[in-house]
């Protein structure tokens, strides 16, 4: 069958299995084992127009929806059923046909994987063997198992030994696994560069090959237990990825033809779902981080303030370790406290105007500011002065840079931040209550 006789093959199908959507799906043929080109249409009336049902829900039943294939003839305006078959009355084996087919054109998954050996049984103490070990675009392994007519019981059991065996797998013995399967299947060629041109990277030292717990599995048979699909989505929601391909064999006269479709989960809950984990993963990464900020403010706090204690500072001394990446103690002016930042790349010491009125806040600081030649001499060096002509507060400050979550840094940090506060109050704090009484006084 040739494609420029325009014959196309119309296949209808609810691949919203869980979301109720609707779509058609034209595909293409040209020869015996097809590549897949899909393009959808949203059209929702096409249930109704051809009379299609749609797959039932996963849940609680084997997942052998009612699907059906149709060639259209343009001539006559009208459709032919195909005729669907098993891979069995077709004399098709799992190992000789289907692993083959897939390990070919292995984009007919729906995605760019390398297959990187076949029947692989590199497992120490197990003479078990997967059937395809491939990587994706991300450097994650890839477990591929076929069961052509049936699924049976046990394969999500099979399957997830084979990604706990795998999870030990180095970059170093990734390497070397598709060299063998390079030299046995594809005469030879270098294996670090193949992967290289995979990933899209120079050198293979820059990328990480399958990172902690992100082995993938792939499910690929015509037909799906209940006992396969429940466990399936059962894992997905546990965060596990995991996809199951439905492959079917139709006949039309004396064409065969592949149908391949993900129905576990449908491509646009995998969006939502990878898309839910990376929210997901996001926020842990967040809430990680963020404990961890928070256990160093409070260690930085409580070894800052103890020194401050031992050289007979009182300014903080009621003053108790915190969270936060601030601690600020009263100069005697109301809303106008002196404050100690402790930022990841910089520290400061300041003063902060940030009083309920902000009328009085500028008003205490332009008083300020008329004397700062005066304050900045007392003080040994310039200060910042922000007024934040758009906000209610303002502040003058200084500030210098430092790694400061870097421990080793601490005493010189420390030095700084004790020396700066002590300057700043003997510089600021009479001109400060000064201001602050001359703005309450005139009703500013």
């Keep these: 069958m040739k494609l420029d006789q325009c014959e196309k093959w119309l296949q209808f199908e609810t691949v919203g299995v869980l979301l109720g959507e609707f779509r058609l799906r034209f595909r293409q043929w040209g020869g015996r084992i097809p590549r897949l080109r899909r393009v959808y249409s949203e059209r929702k009336d096409e249930k109704e127009k051809y009379n299609l049902s749609s797959w039932e829900r996963i849940e609680g039943?084997?997942?052998?929806?009612?699907?059906?294939?149709?060639?259209?003839?343009?001539?006559?305006?009208?459709?032919?059923?195909?005729d669907e078959r098993t891979f069995s009355e077709l004399n098709f084996r799992e190992r000789e046909h289907l692993q083959e087919w897939l390990a070919q054109i292995p984009d007919a998954l729906g995605e760019d994987l390398l297959i990187v050996q076949k029947e692989f049984d590199g497992f120490d103490d197990t003479r078990e063997r997967l059937d395809l070990l491939a990587l994706d675009k991300d450097g994650n392994l890839v477990v591929i198992e076929n069961k052509l007519d049936d699924t049976g019981r046990d394969v999500v059991w099979q399957a997830l030994k084979y990604a706990a065996y795998c999870s030990?797998?180095?970059?170093?013995?990734?390497?070397?696994?598709?060299?063998?399967?390079?030299?046995?299947?594809?005469?030879?060629?270098g294996a670090s560069a193949k992967i290289c041109q995979f990933l899209d990277v120079e050198e293979l030292d820059e990328v990480v090959l399958n990172s902690g717990t992100s082995q993938r599995v792939i499910f690929i048979a015509a037909n799906f237990r209940k006992e396969v699909t429940s466990t399936a989505l059962w894992l997905l929601g546990s965060g596990i990825r995991i996809q199951c391909f439905s492959v079917k064999p139709y006949s039309f006269g004396e064409e065969l033809l592949l149908d391949i479709r993900q129905i576990i989960p449908t491509p646009e809950a995998e969006e939502y779902m990878i898309g839910l984990s990376s929210k997901e993963t996001e926020e842990k990464r967040a809430h990680a981080t963020q404990r961890s900020r928070h256990s160093i403010?409070?260690?930085?706090?409580?070894?800052?303030?103890?020194?401050?204690?031992?050289?007979?500072?009182?300014?903080?001394q009621n003053i108790s370790p915190a969270n936060d990446n601030w601690l600020n103690a009263g100069s005697g002016a109301s809303g106008c406290p002196f404050t100690m930042i402790f930022g990841k790349r910089d520290v400061r010491v300041q003063v902060d105007f940030?009083?309920?009125d902000r009328d009085i806040n500028k008003a205490i600081f332009d008083?300020?500011?008329?004397?700062?030649?005066?304050?900045?001499?007392?003080?040994?060096?310039?200060?910042?002065?922000e007024r934040m002509e758009h906000a209610k507060q303002s502040r003058v400050k200084s500030v210098h840079e430092f790694d400061s979550y870097d421990r080793d840094n601490w005493p010189e940090i420390n030095r700084w931040m004790i020396d700066t506060l002590q300057r700043l109050e003997t510089a600021i704090r009479q001109p400060l209550l000064e201001a602050a009484d001359y703005a309450r006084t005139h009703g500013l």
Aim: contains cysteine; glycine residues 10%; proline residues 1%.
């Design 367 to 385: 008083k300020l500011h008329e004397r700062k030649g005066e304050i900045e001499a007392s003080f040994g060096e310039p200060l910042v002065w």
């Design 61 to 82: 039943s084997d997942l052998k929806g009612r699907h059906q294939m149709f060639q259209i003839n343009r001539t006559d305006n009208c459709l032919t059923k195909l």
């Design 354 to 356: 940030n009083g309920s």
């Design 297 to 316: 403010r409070y260690e930085y706090w409580q070894q800052l303030l103890e020194k401050m204690r031992e050289e007979g500072l009182t300014l903080f």
């Design 168 to 189: 030990n797998l180095t970059k170093s013995q990734i390497v070397d696994i598709y060299q063998k399967y390079l030299d046995r299947y594809e005469g030879g060629g």
